[in-house]
């Protein structure tokens, strides 16, 4: 019995691979299944917005259908989409990319940063990120068979990424920065300057940056810097962008690569047998929202906007300390006015009040004592869930 | 900055000056100097809640009703208009370009109030050539409101 147990956990343990292993379960699995079984709940645990994609984006794909166009398209992704969407960088960053070479349609961003781990890393290659940052970067980088290595960011420099933090965490075998700003969890945003600081360091010791700048557009109170558009940065950046968040496209998931020929080439041929190409009719909307979507996009930024001073000074009434966040929908604010974790904390304000934060523990170890709060919901909305987080906070602050 | 304010409340007439300062990052105290300014000038004419009647058991009809006016010298339509405009039951009143000169929104207890208003109250107005009166089957949308949203909320509760 022993002997055919052994080979039975021999061959579940072989089943899957290593490099799947690696992969952190998700941190929040009890606080979902939690929080599925209530009702009630005030979520500002979500993570897209609230707007629907605008209409005439919505009837541009819908039309499509109707008329048939529900056969692949080139891998790199219609060249309409490729031609506009160049037009459209070179507009907004300052960036030419060729249409046809230096761009690939994907299937979200999510699909162009594991293109780009891919394409680029080494078994054991050292990527460095952020800590706090997106959970897609870490898996990304080990499924590609690479090493995360994080850089702690605090509430103290506004969980901006020093560049000498940077270089200090710089080894032989580190292949690329990845950045992520503006950032989901912490709704930090780098200012130019920074930015320049690590495109040294960058540029110094010869490394990639893949840049994932989906919250390019959701940016107050400054505009966005593009990394490809820093002085002689374009050919080192892998430039990540989407419609997800700016045009309120979450569900279509569609979004591009902007980079050098050579990247280019070599993600488009993983992209080629893995995915084929992304949905067409999701790049026929994609191609509205570039060509009609501006005015939508502006509306919807000025909402997020409001939304955002009033979750902010509403937290930092609460005693839940927040730095100002500048881009992106969350706020990050600070727990410790209790003495409880993060994940103590968000199971207990579900249970309690039936609010849904996430703890800033499922983004990285520097989350530790904050929770995201996404304000990407109605005002009515966030005004009961800062109603009672107060009475929360007030019955569970340290003395 | 008043077309701020302004949008915030039309939307949900309940944020209070506090909360639009925050928003918008102007002073309380312009918020509400602003506020009042526009309620004396009649910019703002009225706080009021959008309600859908239907859920509720209330006597309601509601009918559109096309004017055709003969002009009056020098005033043109104005004079009409307003004298139509201090009808209870008119709820709203236009002038429009088309086949007809005014759009009337009018609402009664009845199919049989709303013909008894035409026909004795509207067309008995001096000026008054003929009405054509549309009454209202379904609402779909009121106001910028899509009275019936289907499926309540369509996102995950959480996405990392």
Known sequence: MAVRQNSQQKKAAGLISRRTNRLSPSGIRKFFDLLASMEGVISLGVGEPDFTTPWQIREQAIRSIEEGYTHYTSNLGMPELRKELSQHLKERCGVEYQSDGELLITVGVSEALDLAMRAILNPGDEVIMPDPCFVAYEACVILAEGEPVNVPTSRENSFELDAADVAARITDRTKAILLGFPANPTGAVMPREKLLAIAEVARRHRLMVVSDEIYDRLVYDGEHNYFASLPGMKDSTVFLGGFSKAYAMTGWRIGYAAASKEIIAAMTKIHQYTMMSASTMAQIAALEALRAGESDVLEMVADYNQRRKLIVKGLNDIGLTCFEPRGAFYAFPSIEITSMTSDEFSEKLLVEEKVAVVPGSAFGSCGEGYVRCCYATSLAEIEEALVRMKRFVNRHKKA | ?160
Request: proline share 4%; aromatic share 6%; glycine share 4%.
């Open chain 2, 1 to 160: 900055m008043i077309n701020k304010v302004l949008k915030i409340l039309e939307n949900d007439a309940r944020v209070s000056p506090r909360q639009i300062a925050t928003m918008t990052g102007i002073s309380p105290a312009e918020v509400a100097r602003l506020i009042k300014q526009a309620e004396a000038d009649r910019t703002i004419l009225k706080y009021k809640t959008l309600i859908n009647w239907d859920k509720v058991e209330d006597e309601q009809v509601w009918a559109l009703i096309e004017v055709k006016v003969t002009p009056e010298p020098e005033v043109g339509f104005d004079s009409i208009a307003e004298r139509i405009a201090h009808l209870p039951q008119v709820r709203s009143v236009y002038l429009a370009s088309g086949t007809y000169d005014l759009l009337l929104v009018v609402v009664d207890k009845s199919e049989h109030d709303i013909a008894d208003f035409v026909s004795q109250k509207l067309s008995h107005l001096e000026g008054i050539q003929g009405t054509v009166t549309h009454f209202v089957l379904k609402r779909y949308k009121e106001d910028g409101e899509v009275l019936d949203k289907g499926a309540g909320e369509k996102r995950q509760p959480v996405v990392l």
